[in-house]
């Protein structure tokens, strides 16, 4: 399997089907539901949501059901089951499953938004989007057919999908959130990126980037007392090693 880093550079213009859910909620909402109709296990789940929302169907099947292995998809499963798991912290679920299927999405979100994110940014604005888009475009040879109208929408919708999963506030410019992450979301954050990118030292992991908060804090959370029953910590130096328990 293909760590998310090295998955091709395949991009399509899903952005725009996925901007145009009315609610994401609604996606969470139809998972558990079908979870609990199908009454099987998480390996055995069939991902159908077309009775709530026939007309997405497939988007929703290609950037939020698509899995590394049977371990990421239980991972995933179990969050979006997790009745303690609050609203909000399953949109976040939803966002880094979305990095993991969309390239397009995960490109944008690297170079535009998470750098905004870390560098202090208050806004972002789809002239930002737009410029990474078409600079993508020039240097990329399965973009160059896309006309300037498909990528205003893609820049557009790009922004529109973030405001839903509570990444942007704001009416008319788009303040960017700082989510903290729950306990109970922190530890999937950790297995997850450990997951798709194994390896003991978690800070430089590619995608600890992902996960809102600056190096200092996640070790500080990494470290604390009642995470212990989750991973064994270790460090040298500057290196932290992680290893996690088995669950």
């Not at 969050?79 to 966002?95: H, Q």
């Not at 430089?204 to 190096?215: C, R």
């Amino acid at each position: 399997n293909k760590s998310l880093m090295e998955k091709e550079n395949i991009y399509n213009t899903d952005i725009n089907i996925l901007g145009s859910i009315p609610d994401y909620n609604l996606i969470i909402e139809s998972l558990i539901t079908e979870f609990k109709k199908q009454d099987s296990n998480f390996g055995n789940f069939i991902f159908r949501t077309a009775n709530t929302m026939p007309r997405f169907q497939s988007a929703i099947k290609n950037n939020f059901f698509q899995f590394a292995d049977l371990e990421h998809k239980n991972l995933f499963l179990k969050a979006i089951t997790d009745e303690t798991l609050s609203s909000d912290s399953k949109l976040i679920v939803l966002f880094w499953q979305l990095l993991y299927s969309n390239e397009l999405f995960k490109q944008i979100t690297k170079e535009v938004f998470f750098r905004f994110f870390y560098s202090g940014r208050a806004t972002i604005t789809r002239e930002d989007v737009l410029i990474y888009i078409k600079y993508l475009k020039e240097n990329n040879p399965s973009l160059q057919e896309w006309s300037i109208n498909t990528i205003e929408i893609v820049a557009s919708k790009y922004l529109t999908i973030l405001k839903k999963l509570n990444l942007l506030g704001g009416k008319v410019s788009k303040e960017i959130n700082h989510p903290y992450l729950e306990d109970p979301l922190f530890v999937y954050f950790v297995r997850y990126i450990m997951l798709l990118h194994p390896g003991k030292k978690i800070l430089q992991n590619p995608y600890i980037q992902t996960g809102f908060m600056d190096i200092s804090m996640i070790i500080t959370r990494l470290k604390r007392i009642e995470n212990f029953a989750f991973w064994d910590i270790s460090q040298i130096g500057n290196d932290i090693n992680i290893e996690l328990k088995k669950q």
